[in-house]
């Protein structure tokens, strides 16, 4: 069984560095989210996990969050973007 950890903000500076560590993690199932889905896509064809797109504003965000069910979520999002 893996544990699925949420990195919000993963294909960035200082998320790509935590979501690289989990990449290499057995028993993890990552999943790296970020605004740009090209960005994150190619983050996670070269570094493993599983891209997808999540914004901070989007009003579904919550059930979003429900639908991924992780384990763990890691909050990585600079604060500039708002």
């Known amino acids: ?3 699925r950890i949420l990195v919000i903000g ?4 200082f998320g790509a560095r935590i979501a ?4 290499g993690v057995t ?3 990552l ?3 970020g605004r740009d889905p090209a960005r994150t896509e190619a ?5 493993g996990g599983r891209a997808v797109r ?3 504003r989007d009003p579904a965000l919550a ?4 639908g991924l069910a992780p384990f763990a979520v890691i909050d990585a999002a600079g604060p500039f973007q708002a």
């Open 43 to 47: 983050f996670c064809r070269a570094h």
């Open 31 to 33: 999943i790296v989210a």
């Open 63 to 66: 059930g979003i969050l429900a």
């Open 1 to 3: 069984m893996s544990d």
């Open 10 to 13: 993963g294909s960035g500076v």
């Open 20 to 23: 690289i560590a989990l990449a």
């Open 27 to 29: 028993g993890v199932d």
């Open 54 to 56: 999540l914004d901070r």
